[in-house]
């Protein structure tokens, strides 16, 4: 039975999960440019790279390289939704809850030509529960730091409503450390991404590892001043919904490129 | 082989964002040229000339 009431939000409480993520930096702070710490230590541990290729994959809990997902169980019955994120951090900036739905390997960081994707399709974790794509975001994601570059990065997609040759972009950032998450704009109208189908650089970016990682937001929580925290839950975030087998993970934009330290807690209710 | 201050258009995909008559920065230590802090390499770019200044 679905969540209705504030009671059935409380009976339906999940064991809190505890969040430590250490030392996140950025090279420089910039629009549509965030930090993951999936890759960081801490509690959850690092996540590894995954080594699916181009075309990708779906991503689950059963996934070996998810283990920097934030732990959660899906419900014996009913729906899961978010009860409680609360974040403190050493310094002030914006973090999102993201559910990773997508991710590939294997993009040419030296390429200045297409890279031709075809995906795999994504789970059925969209905000409606479906693969359609809707307000499902596309960034790339660094697993190991980049190099020398600052290129223009056009992302060709099938939108949210199945138009196909729409484009986003984003513009790179130089030397950018493990964990930098660099987000692409979508077309006019768009309000989702259902297959990401070619990436192309205007330029090199030198060295690294970087993934194309599709991911929708699930809430937002400020940070206003180092080392107190903050907190959402249920009403304040909206209840959104955690779709089963959701791989959880932050995303953070900082004001400052100093070495970061998140810690938090995170809380489900089923029913 | 474009220098500094060589007037160009940006080809396709990218001309979306940047559909103007543009002029080289100055070229990256990869050797990319730079227009406005972005960087393109060679092949991306359309030399624009004189009197071919308005698309």
New interface residues.
């Given amino acids: 039975m679905a969540i209705t009431t504030l009671d059935g939000a409380i009976a339906g409480m999940q064991p809190p999960q505890p969040i430590m993520k250490v030392g996140g930096t950025m090279a420089a702070v910039g629009g549509q440019r965030a930090y993951t710490p999936w890759y960081a230590t801490g509690n959850p541990g690092a996540s590894t790279a995954t080594a699916i290729g181009v075309n990708g994959e779906a991503v689950t809990p059963a996934l070996a390289s998810t283990g920097g997902r934030i732990i959660r169980t899906n419900p014996v019955s009913g729906n899961a939704h978010l009860a409680r994120l609360a974040v403190n951090a050493t310094t002030t900036g914006t973090l999102w809850l993201i559910d990773r739905v997508w991710q590939n390997s294997g993009l040419s960081v030296t390429s200045t030509t297409a890279q031709a994707i075809t995906p795999a399709t994504i789970p059925a974790r969209d905000n409606n529960g479906t693969t359609n794509g809707a307000a499902i975001m596309a960034a790339i994601e660094w697993s190991a730091a980049g190099g020398a570059g600052t290129p223009t990065v056009t992302l060709t997609y099938t939108d949210q409503d199945g138009n196909t040759g729409a484009t986003g972009t984003f513009a790179g950032v130089a030397s950018p450390p493990i964990g930098t998450f660099e987000i692409f704009t979508l077309a006019a109208g768009d309000t989702g991404i259902r297959a990401p189908t070619s990436f192309i650089q205007s330029a090199t970016r030198t060295s690294g590892t970087m993934h194309l990682v599709l991911f929708r937001v699930l809430a937002q929580l400020e940070v206003t001043s180092a080392n107190i925290g903050n907190a959402v839950d249920a009403l304040t975030a909206g209840l959104p919904r955690i779709y089963n087998d959701s791989v959880l993970q932050l995303v953070w934009f900082p004001t400052a490129t100093t070495a970061t330290t998140i810690g938090g807690q995170y809380i489900e209710t089923q029913g | 082989m474009f220098v500094i201050g060589s007037f160009v258009r940006?080809k396709a995909?990218?001309d979306?964002?940047?559909p103007y008559v543009l002029q080289i920065d100055s070229i990256?230590?990869?050797g990319?040229f730079?227009i406005h802090?972005?960087?393109?390499?060679e092949?991306?770019l359309e030399e624009v000339t004189n009197g071919d200044h308005n698309p």
């Avoid at chain 2, 802090?37 to 390499?41: I, L, M, N, W, Y």
């Fill in positions: 940006i995909p990218f979306e964002f940047y990256s230590e990869t990319a730079q802090g972005v960087d393109f390499a092949e991306h």
